[in-house]
């Protein structure tokens, strides 16, 4: 079924004014009237507020008092050895390396040189310059001192705490790279 286009333009044409004289209708109440919602507006703001909630009892809560003045004080550091100097620990005096601010996974050792009968290890760091490496340098995040430089690898010992305070010596190494 076709509806002619002269009839189906005329039939959306007074649709489109019904629907606008309609809209306008709720307007005002009379000419020079009041609008209708600025009348509804002022309704709602003459109705008095809801009471408001009540306020929530507050619980009393009982008080405890710790006496326990005999008993070792779990903040103390009663099991570390700040003060005996037992124990592996970090220099804290110690000037720090140019290599000991890149993780240890993140250096790569590219070779070696022969300096007399002292071998030195390149490492490439992140920053892409290659740094040379002897025993006796630190390395890495965790005070990892080289122990000894081969063809193929770098061995270092890595300062960890032991989770109670002290430190643990963690052997490391980084090996030449296959490229």
Same mark, same amino acid.
């Given at each position: 079924m076709s509806i002619n286009p002269k009839i189906g333009g005329a039939l959306a044409m007074a649709a489109a004014v019904l629907l606008a004289t309609g809209c306008g209708r709720g307007i005002t109440s009379k000419p020079g009237g009041a609008p209708n919602l600025?009348?509804?507006v002022e309704e709602v703001r003459m109705r008095p507020a809801p009471p408001l &909630? *009540?306020?929530p009892v507050m619980q009393q809560f009982e008080t405890f008092e710790y006496s326990a003045q005999g008993i070792r &004080? *779990?903040?103390s550091d009663a099991f570390t050895d700040a003060d005996s100097g037992s124990?592996?620990?970090p220099d804290s005096n110690r000037r720090?390396?140019?290599l000991e601010q890149f993780p240890l996974d993140s250096l790569g050792m590219v070779g070696t040189l022969h300096t007399g009968p002292r071998m030195v290890a390149l490492l490439l760091a992140p920053d892409k310059i290659t740094h040379r490496v002897a025993p006796g340098d630190y390395l890495g995040q965790n005070d990892g001192r080289v122990t000894s430089v081969s063809a193929d690898r770098i061995e270092l010992v890595e300062l960890v705490p032991d989770g109670a305070g002290g430190w643990?010596?963690?052997p490391?190494?980084?090996a030449l790279e296959d490229k």
């Open positions: 600025q009348q509804w &909630d *009540p306020l &004080d *779990p903040f124990g592996p620990r720090k390396q140019t643990l010596e963690r490391a190494s980084i």
